[in-house]
């Protein structure tokens, strides 16, 4: 039996992590890390996370700030978008990055983790996660239509050796909101179908037909009712949707978009789950984070 307290959150525009003054970005890290410390998740799935590497060739990592100041002893960042691979005149930051002299700005995924990490093929050996896409875009335009997307695939190294996925999937410009098009709002569900039906298929022979257990969270920016979640998760894989006790709404008027699941079923011996609503949660992100407690074996 392995118990573990799980927490999702979206930085809410970690691309601004690192583009206010200094004093400003120094603020935002420390009302992280205090949300992060109250709360002392066991594993940690973050979305929106930035880093940067100044002109002197120093990195300013979230990634890191976030693994010292909550003392976790393992924690791993995944890439999405880059300076480098991506550079966009149409992406604000990224010309205010050159004009700063930064070698480098990237955003991804993180996951922190107080218990180690195992081999994906070999739980009894230590590992690390890995960084898999599953969409890229053919070339990166300069907004969230065209941004690369990743998931976070991990296994920890304590009995039953959960696999634990953190993923963020696409949202498109005016699907949501008054004069969304009912055009563009198929076309998200459709980006975000493709994308998790890639993630179960990473998982598929692996994981999911033997029926290993497994932890998907992340920012999946669909509500549980939408097919993608509803049709591809629970009803087609049988995965459980960990539902908060105050099943509200975690991204303001788009509604609950954060989101924990287990699979498989019978493994889950029981959970308490819960979407964390303070005033600190308000000045860390736009998102609110998702906490679970849960019995596995």
Known sequence: MLKLRL????????????RGTPQESFDKSEAISELINRIKPDVLGVQEIAQYLD????????????????????????????????????????????????????????????????????????????NVPVFQPARYEGTRDTDPRYVIISRLK????????????????????ENAWSSTIEAAEMARSKQILNVLGLIEKHVLIPGEPVILMGDFNAKPDEYTLKNHLVEDNHFVRLVPENDIFTHGSAGTVDHIYFAPAHRLRSYQCWVVDDELTHRVSDHLPVVADIEIE
Do not use: C
């Not at 927490?7 to 690192?18: E, H, S």
């Not at 909550?70 to 990224?94: C, I, N, P, R, W």
């Open 55 to 130: 002109g002197d060739g120093h990195l300013h990592s979230m990634t890191e700030r976030i693994r010292d100041d909550a003392q976790f002893d393992h924690a791993f960042y995944g890439e999405t978008l880059s300076m480098k691979q991506h550079m966009q005149v149409k992406q604000a930051l990224m010309v205010e990055g050159i004009f700063n002299d930064w070698w480098d700005w990237s955003k991804g995924n993180a996951l922190f983790s107080h218990l180690p990490f195992a081999r994906l093929g070999d739980a009894t050996s230590s590992g690390m996660p890995r």
């Open 7 to 18: 927490m999702t959150l979206n930085l809410g525009g970690g691309i601004k992590n690192y």
């Open 158 to 177: 304590a009995s039953p050796h959960p696999y634990i996925l953190n993923l963020h999937l696409t949202t498109l410009v005016g699907e949501r909101g």
